[in-house]
């Protein structure tokens, strides 16, 4: 009998303060989770008597031609599991997906030094809430988007743009936690666990990293295991140590980093979920305006200008950070004291509009479109509709969906729909860029992280 299907969601995110700071442990970053999750399921393969495969077949049947094939071996010498992508059956696609790739491999890594069993073949399925994408302009599916949680975007996944609400982070964080719960039953119920969150975290944190090619500031991964919080990055070197996979020892280092124990650098990070609320009376919406950004080639353009001019640019980042503080603060403020009026959201605005200012600021002295003027337009227009209370370019910015805070009144949102709606851009796009069709997300702002699912809501999606 073969071992329990698992399925797992997490969150995306929307880093609605400490664009760039969250990089440096000096700084933090005020992080919302969102109810648009990547959902992994992960379920045996049936194989006959005396048969043995090798063999994880990935699939993501929202997009043409996404599925993936691999062999899987234990190396010797500690050196994890190798992973071989198999080529040549019909249905395959012949590019690889690093993400996916890595996180299977460090997954099975890990679960590798905690069971003596072999490692059983596996299917597994990965769907998107349609938030993470945009839809086709020339989309016959329109009333799919806004009735059906999983859509067939019927293009490929090389095709697909962007929303820019972190797919990577969600996918691998979920990958991983449905793995870990099919292969090592009991971790099923230690993922509640702040024990189990804090290796779930540091696994998907190693995976993420070394599948992006770099250490980042992890507040993706983060908010997807975690939810809302106000986060601070862990120290690179406590990853940069790890070997690489295959080599002599990874498993056991990789081991002894998941688990925080041995000689390493401990983990460092601080998630603080207590400090970050939401007002019943806001809640944040999302427009996507059909384009993305290229995040990589900014974050370097930008701490290239800090490196450069490191008096000015420290000055100006302790004044963002103090006011990525008042925005927490003020947000925690009308928690506690709801809003009797209009009025009473006023200072809000000021610490919105204030940021805004330093990041168009930092954005013109670093020649990096962090604000582009077209988003600098659409954020005004709808910050002068009655209701809205402030918006930014979320995370590293470009053109990116963008984030407004609202009070949560029907008629608020009758008046945005009715701006976008046949929104064109009236100002010219940095560097030759410009924006789409603007629409709403369906997307809201959510507490939780990483959480188990009924795999019965994936059925029709299952081969």
Known sequence: ????????????????????????????????????????????????????????????????????????????????????????????????????????????????????????????????????????????????FTERRFVNFNISLSQANKTGLGSSAALVTAFIASLLAHYIPSEASLLKTDAGKARLHNLAQAAHCNAQGKIGSGFDVAAAVYGSCIYKRFSPEILEQLRESGSAGFSIQLRDIVDDVGPIKRWNSQINKSMISMPRSLKLVMCD??????????????????????????????????????????????????????????????????????????????????????QTELLDACSRLPGVIGGVVPGAGGFDAIALLIEDKEDTMTELHRLLDGYKAQAMGDEGASIGRVRLLRVKQEMEGTKAEKSQLYNEWLS
Not at 27 to 53: C, F, K, M, N, P
Not at 82 to 110: C, D, I, M, P
Not at 290 to 297: F, L, M
């Open 289 to 374: 305006v059909d384009c993305g950004s290229e995040t990589p080639g900014m974050v370097k353009r930008v701490f290239s200008w800090h490196k450069d001019h490191l008096e000015e640019a420290t000055l100006l980042w302790r004044t963002l950070q103090k006011g990525n503080e008042d925005f927490a603060d003020e947000l925690r403020r009308l928690s506690v004291y709801p809003a009797q009026s209009n009025d009473a959201y006023n200072n809000l605005r000021d610490i919105i509009l204030t940021g805004r200012s330093l990041i168009r600021e930092m954005s013109e002295k670093s020649g990096v479109p962090i604000e582009p003027r077209v």
């Open 1 to 144: 009998m073969g071992l329990q299907a698992t399925a797992f969601s997490s969150p995306g995110k929307v880093l609605l303060a400490g664009g760039y700071l969250v990089v440096d442990r000096d700084y933090t970053g005020l992080v919302l989770g969102l109810d648009a999750r990547i959902h992994v399921h992960t379920e045996s393969v049936e194989t006959g008597d005396g048969v043995q495969l090798s063999e994880i077949i990935v699939r993501s049947p929202q997009f043409k031609d996404a599925e993936w094939r691999y062999g899987y071996r234990l190396s010797e010498h500690n050196g994890g599991i190798e992973v071989t992508q198999l080529k040549g059956h019909s249905t395959l696609t012949q590019s690889r997906n690093r993400f996916v790739e890595t996180a299977l491999v460090y997954a099975l890594t890990y679960i590798s030094c905690f069971t003596k069993s072999r490692i059983e073949p596996a299917s597994i399925t990965i769907l998107a809430d349609t938030d993470y994408y945009s839809r086709p302009t020339s989309s016959n599916i329109e009333n799919e």
